[in-house]
């Protein structure tokens, strides 16, 4: 096993230093003549105007917050998925009222408005 | 073992003779040969890309109506290598108000999560990179690094357009790993097993002849995750140029467009592994070659679906796109995942398991026709209520 995830760290090194070949060679093959006028922010032809890291809508973040509830709720799924055919009829049960009750989440953020683009 | 039946364990044999006739401590043998098989398995997947943009740009080409890349190399082949040499002599542009660390990271992390990807890909019966037994846990874990590389490439931009599309992946991208993930774990429900190589090998029968609906909805949601046409809002190249990569040019831009390309094909191998048997077909336990053969014809069908999708239908507008997940795709997951449970430790290694599995994805999806078919209904009749505009006549 731990053969298997000396694998996966040594592919993390390796898939890092794969696309930064190319980066490397545009370095030395590239020309580079910077201007200030090429550096400025592209705003079709316009000059930019005003902050860009600014507070924005807050409906995109709402989403996240509900995608966070769910995601970590698959998480916890999994072992109960793995396990499947040792656990009792009431472990299983037990799974679907957990997955009940985060449809109830669902569904008290779309009552809610959340689930909204206004 | 021969070299036409098993080629690589013939070959991988063969070398770690002669690393240990090299009289070379067995723990760097291993280092050695570990590496060895990375480099292949990373290197495939970064070939196979430059393979895969020909083949998108030649059938996309094809859909429209035209030729597509024929002049270099026959068939157009070399189009891509030419395009590589094209993109790495172009001059880099970072902007002076980019912040430059997340500005270099987000190319370099948006193929890095795709080809991490390939780490547990299992090619032939034995023909594995890594066979980790939380394989599946571990694709959605560093798929989700390419979220983190288009917020990455947005926010620090320092861009209006790249900061609206990194705004949309946050909502799109965030989205669709919702009923993504909960599909990801029927296949694992069904196999008992997170590891794809015990995954494949449990499918006797492919899952989704247990599962279609599942499977329809992890590719659909997939197409959303690498963003593509119909869900290309943050890239929509006519509302906000071209979205996070706004402000990239030459070589990092090419790194996006490697990822996205590679991604797509990764769909359709996952696709084939979770739900289609990966490499399972007639002779593949005997010569693995074959495996891989299968496999990838099942992964290309995938890709051919996905390309299909992007050349026919148009973007959808965001709001449609939110609602579409939510209030469809996980409500529709969340009750196939409860069903399929409750079937699964009722009926398991009976007859009857196969019929009540198929009717619990019939009896989801004719719910959902209702449902679908109550809320037209209701929009019809609320459109009724306003009176019809004036329309302006010939005179």
């Keep these: ?118 | 073992m021969t070299f036409f039946e098993d080629p690589v364990v013939f070959l991988s044999n063969l070398i770690q003779d002669l690393l240990v006739g090299l009289n070379l401590a067995p723990s760097v043998v291993t280092f050695f040969m570990t590496l060895l098989g990375v480099v292949i398995v990373a290197s495939f997947g970064l070939i196979a890309v430059i393979f895969l943009i020909w083949l998108e740009r030649k059938v996309a080409a094809r859909f429209q109506d035209r030729i597509g890349p024929n002049r270099a190399g026959p068939y157009g082949l070399l189009q891509t290598f030419a395009d590589i040499i094209k993109l790495i002599t172009k001059e880099d542009i970072t902007p002076d108000n980019a912040d430059k660390v997340a500005f270099n990271i987000a190319p370099i992390l948006s193929v890095v999560s795709v080809l991490l990807i390939w780490a547990v890909i299992p090619f032939a019966s034995g023909w594995i990179g890594s066979d980790i037994n939380v394989g599946v846990l571990y694709i959605g874990a560093v798929g989700s690094f390419g979220i983190l590389s288009v917020l990455m490439a947005g926010w620090s931009s320092n861009n209006k357009y790249a900061l609206l599309g990194a705004f949309r992946a946050v909502a799109q991208l965030i989205s669709y790993e919702v009923p993504m993930l909960i599909t990801l774990l029927i296949p694992v429900l069904l196999a008992r097993t997170m590891g794809l190589m015990g995954i494949v090998e449990a499918q006797s029968t492919w899952f989704v002849v247990y599962a279609p609906l599942p499977a329809l909805i992890f590719l659909i949601s997939s197409i959303a995750e690498i963003g593509r046409t119909p869900f290309d809002l943050l890239e929509a190249e006519s509302e906000i140029v071209a979205g996070f990569h706004t402000e990239y040019t030459g070589m990092k831009f090419g790194l996006f467009f490697a990822g996205e390309f590679l991604h797509a094909f990764t769909i359709g191998v996952l696709t084939a592994i979770l739900f289609f048997g990966g490499w399972r077909g007639p002779g593949a336990e005997t010569y693995p070659v074959l495996g891989v053969i299968y496999l990838m014809l099942k992964a290309l069908g995938g890709y051919f679906i996905v390309m299909w999708v992007r050349t026919t239908l148009p973007r959808i507008r965001i709001d449609h796109m939110l609602n579409f997940n939510w209030k469809l795709l996980v409500p529709v997951t969340l009750a196939l995942l409860m069903l399929i449970a409750v079937l699964d430790k009722a009926f398991a290694g009976t007859a009857l398991y196969l019929p009540a599995l198929i009717a619990a994805n019939l009896v989801v999806f004719a719910g959902l026709m209702v449902a679908l078919r109550q809320l037209a209904v209701r929009q019809r009749k609320e459109r009724k209520r306003f009176k019809k505009r004036p329309v302006a006549k010939p005179a």
Aim: one cysteine or more.
């Design chain 1, 1 to 118: 096993m731990l053969d298997q995830w000396l694998f996966v760290g040594i592919f993390v090194s390796i898939a890092a230093v794969f696309p930064l070949l190319p980066l490397v060679m545009a370095r030395f093959l590239a020309p580079r003549k910077p201007n200030r006028i090429k550096q400025e922010t592209y705003e079709c032809g316009i000059e930019t105007v005003g902050d860009t890291w600014v507070q924005f809508k807050i409906q995109y973040y709402v989403y996240a917050l509900v995608f966070l509830i769910f995601d970590i709720e698959t998480v916890f799924l999994y072992p109960w998925a793995v396990s499947f055919d040792v656990l009792p009829l009431f472990a299983v049960f037990e799974g679907v009222l957990f997955i009940l009750i985060l449809a109830a989440g669902l569904f008290y953020a779309w009552r809610k408005g959340a689930l909204e683009w206004s």
